[in-house]
């Protein structure tokens, strides 16, 4: 009996190890396959011909056991690795002549991975998807008459009515983008189906909409380089491609070697795809602006760059793209792949390379990754190709300053930020003698006000001195003054004996005292306590009982406090933190709070930097409001800043805060939303399950728990409704004015000043694009009216065409 049972025991054992041997073996399998696809097409020993006719073979005898895994690495990678389409298409292609089963298998697999792409808003998988599926035509694996079905669907959702544009934009752009791909394959066997689908869209494009244009150029001007539109560039490209019987020179098609093979192979045809009809909560790809720096007379002897509307010019820019997609987060591998490049002695790689890169750091409203991430790469390119990459990139930094008289002002910064990035890598070291011209310019035409911000930006990275020592002397007036505080109570001047003596002198110098013998807050109000209030002097008694705060007590407060924190960023901040209570009750009132941060503006001007720490740590510790902020930034003290980008970099930040609160409070509030949902829903529980109820229910939200949220969220909406209209309104106000001012003088407003603004008006539309477009009929009935000044009006009628 005991025997029996330890046989039975080992019996299991063995059938357990066996069973667990058996996974392991199949894992092991699906891996190496998984290896094989991934890599196939890189660099090998074996032609790439022998090594597909390899692979082809070996996934063939895998088929049976692993189908479903190969079905779903093949479409994978060719949608994760677009440059590698072909390769994947043939495979597809041969695998197709040897199992017809497993080709309609695959038919049916893509297709589903694209409609399931276009439900769930993927874009750009969804459009990698098309592509392939156009190149399985190429391999015989598709009907060409079942794929042009296919395209003619996709257009006519781009005449749908009631439906955004940016959408019915995309189905073009989707198809156009598969035609390099396919164009010639149709051309030969369907030519005229092909011309009618071009001429549908040829005459979409010409009655399309392109209000938004303008809003998205990086520079104004068209001189030298047309900024084109995207669909517009492309679509001329497409014809020329035409003119050119569709043959171009940068698609590798290793299907080519195998068509002796492919040719006998069955054909599919592609299954009825209506793509789903349009949401009101999709968001679409945004339109852009073709940028363009360099053309074929910029390059030196060797490999011609391509022109404008030659093909082969979309299709390294969109693989060069797709490198920096790929490796964006390893600066160093992202660099070094660029530089691998698989048609480098084609091209002039270095000059296609830079312009690419800085149309993703220009790209409007917002570059696709952070700006340091395009910088970081730019210095690794300079360090693996010294001999030619420094040199590009200073060409490319003459001809950006050289046409920066038209840039876009959000362009501008970024411009500005990567300059002085770059700088402080290399030394500081640059040719600033070339640019002496800008010496004696207006000092608010961009390239002085240029070299000042950079100077500006490079001292944040840096020191005082090394800055002045960077330069030669005759930019001495654009070199930022010594970033220290001028503290208005200090011991020289403001003590004066008699009436000259500066108000709160006396307080200021106790609390100075008071502070560093560690007091409490209450004994720093003890001291403020005495201080008369300016606004209840003089003869107006009604309008002194109405005052709502004392200037005073803010004054000698706020400066003497952050004087002593002026050591360093973390001492002001220990400052604020120890000494909160004190600016709370200071700061009962708006006006209040304006005033504490027109004396962080009084002590702190010479250091800007400092200015944007302490305003930004004030917002987060609720002493100031964004509406107190964005009011003050709009002052008349703060007109003559107008063009100094600090100003703006503290709006910003301020309306971010702002758009971060609002979305933190939504994704509290959904939550709690699903929560609720699934604790109503759930069904009564068994015994065994009743502590985890009992848990569970501890957890849930109540009803009044999430009515109060939606109360918040609801207050946060209007407070950021406010903000943006405060802001909208001073620009309108600011802009006018001077608009009138000129008229009367009969001056030409078209000033530097004028463009800068209006610039910096366009700017917060477009980088807070997705939260003034839900307040935009609100600021259309409110603000921008039909009788405000047509310059004004049609910078927010072009951002309401960029999702109309």
């Known amino acids: ?14 059938r357990l190890h066996r069973k667990r041997r058996r996974v392991s073996e199949n894992q ?8 094989l696809i991934l890599r196939v097409g890189e660099k090998s020993s074996s032609s790439l011909e022998s090594n597909l006719e390899g692979l082809a073979s070996v996934l063939e005898a895998d088929l049976s056991t692993f189908r479903v895994k190969i079905l779903r690495i093949l479409t994978d990678c060719a949608i994760r690795m677009p440059e590698k389409c072909t390769i994947y298409a043939t495979l597809v292609g041969l695998l197709n002549a040897k199992n017809y089963n497993f080709g309609g298998e695959f038919v049916d697999y893509i297709v589903k991975t694209f409609k399931e792409n276009l439900k769930t808003g993927k874009w750009n998988a969804a459009r990698y998807c098309l592509r392939f599926i156009a190149d399985l035509v190429n391999c015989h694996v598709l009907a060409a008459s079942s794929l042009l079905t296919l395209l003619e669907t996709l257009v006519d959702c781009a005449n749908e009515d009631g439906v955004p544009q940016v959408r019915r934009d995309w189905f073009i752009f989707a198809v156009l983008s598969a035609l390099p791909w396919v164009g010639r394959e149709l051309y030969e066997k369907k030519e005229s189906q092909l011309d009618h689908l071009l001429t549908t869209i040829d005459i979409f494009l010409n009655k399309r909409s392109k209000k938004h244009w303008p809003a998205l150029k990086v520079w104004s001007n068209d001189s030298p380089h047309l900024q084109e539109e995207y669909l517009d560039c492309l679509w001329a490209q497409i014809k020329k491609l035409k003119q050119d019987n569709w043959s171009e020179k940068h698609i590798p098609r290793p299907y080519l070697a195998f068509d002796s093979i492919l040719c006998e192979a069955l054909q599919h045809t592609l299954p009825a795809i209506q793509p789903p009809p349009h949401n009101d909560n999709d968001t679409y790809p945004m339109p852009r602006v073709i940028f363009r720096m360099f053309d074929y007379t910029d390059c030196p002897d060797g490999p011609v760059l391509p022109g404008a509307h030659s093909i082969e010019r979309f299709l390294i820019e969109e693989h060069l793209h797709n490198i920096l997609e790929a490796y964006h987060l390893e600066r160093k591998e992202c660099a070094a792949q660029l530089l691998c490049f698989p048609y480098k002695a084609k091209i002039p790689l270095e000059y296609c390379i830079v312009e690419v890169i800085f149309a993703e750091l220009f790209n409007l409203p917002r570059p696709r990754y952070l700006e340091i991430c395009y910088g970081s790469v730019l210095i690794e390119l300079c360090k693996l190709q010294p001999s030619t990459m420094p040199q590009v990139l200073a060409q490319a930094t003459e001809i950006l300053f050289l046409r920066i008289d038209n840039m876009n ?7 500005v930020n990567w300059f002085s990035y770059h700088l402080s890598n290399f030394q500081y070291r640059w040719s600033w003698e070339d640019w002496d011209a800008c010496v004696r310019l207006d000092p608010e035409h961009p390239k002085p006000r240029f070299v000042r911000e950079v100077l500006g930006k490079c001292l944040r990275l840096s020191y005082h001195q090394r800055i002045k020592d960077m330069v030669p002397e005759s930019f001495g007036a654009f070199v930022p003054l010594k970033p220290e505080p001028i503290y208005k109570y200090s011991m020289e001047g403001a003590a004066n004996p008699g009436s000259a003596a500066l108000p709160g002198t ?7 005292v008071c502070v560093r013998n560690k007091c409490t807050p209450e004994e720093a109000l003890n001291v403020l306590r005495e201080l008369p209030n300016p606004l209840r002097e003089g003869e107006q008694p009604a309008a002194a009982q109405a005052a709502p705060y004392n200037p005073l007590k803010i004054d000698v407060f706020v400066q003497t406090l952050l004087n002593l924190g002026s050591k360093s960023i973390s001492h002001s901040f220990a400052a604020i933190s120890k000494f909160h209570y004190v600016f709370k009750i200071l700061a009962e009132s708006e006006e209040a709070q304006i005033c504490i941060l ?11 930097q400092m200015v944007c720490v302490l305003v930004d740590k004030m917002l987060k510790t609720q002493i100031v409001e964004c509406n107190a902020v964005a009011t003050w930034l709009f002052s008349k003290e703060m007109a003559p800043f107008f063009t100094h980008a600090y100003l703006w970099e503290v709006l910003h930040l301020t309306i971010d805060k702002m758009n971060k609160h609002v979305s933190k409070l939504s994704g509290e509030l959904q939550e709690a939303r699903e929560a609720l949902a699934r604790a109503d829903s759930s069904s009564s529980d068994s015994e065994d399950e009743n502590n985890t ?4 229910d501890q957890d849930k939200p109540t009803e009044e728990a999430v009515e109060r949220m939606e109360e918040r969220l609801e207050a946060a909406h209007m407070d950021q409704k406010r903000l943006f209209l405060i802001v909208f309104q001073r620009f309108i106000m600011i ?19 004028y463009r800068s603004t209006v610039g910096r008006l366009r700017q917060v539309f477009l980088i807070h694009h997705e939260q003034v477009q839900k307040y935009s009929s609100t600021l259309e009935t409110l603000l921008f009216t039909q009788d405000l000044d047509p310059h004004i ?12």
């Open 28 to 35: 092991e399998i699906e891996d190496r396959l998984e290896s």
């Open 409 to 415: 002002i959000a362009c501008f910064d970024r411009f």
């Open 693 to 696: 109820k009992k848990k569970k």
């Open 506 to 512: 006396e307080a200021a110098h106790q609390l100075v």
């Open 793 to 804: 009006l049609d910078v927010f009628h072009q951002f309401i065409a960029l999702t109309a």
């Open 1 to 14: 009996m005991n025997r029996r049972r330890a046989h039975d025991e080992d019996d299991g054992y063995e």
């Open 598 to 608: 027109r004396n962080v503006w009084e002590l702190w001007q010479r250091h800007p």
């Open 735 to 753: 802009l006018s004015e001077h608009l009138v001012r000129c008229d009367t003088d009969a001056r030409d407003p078209d000033t530097h000043w």
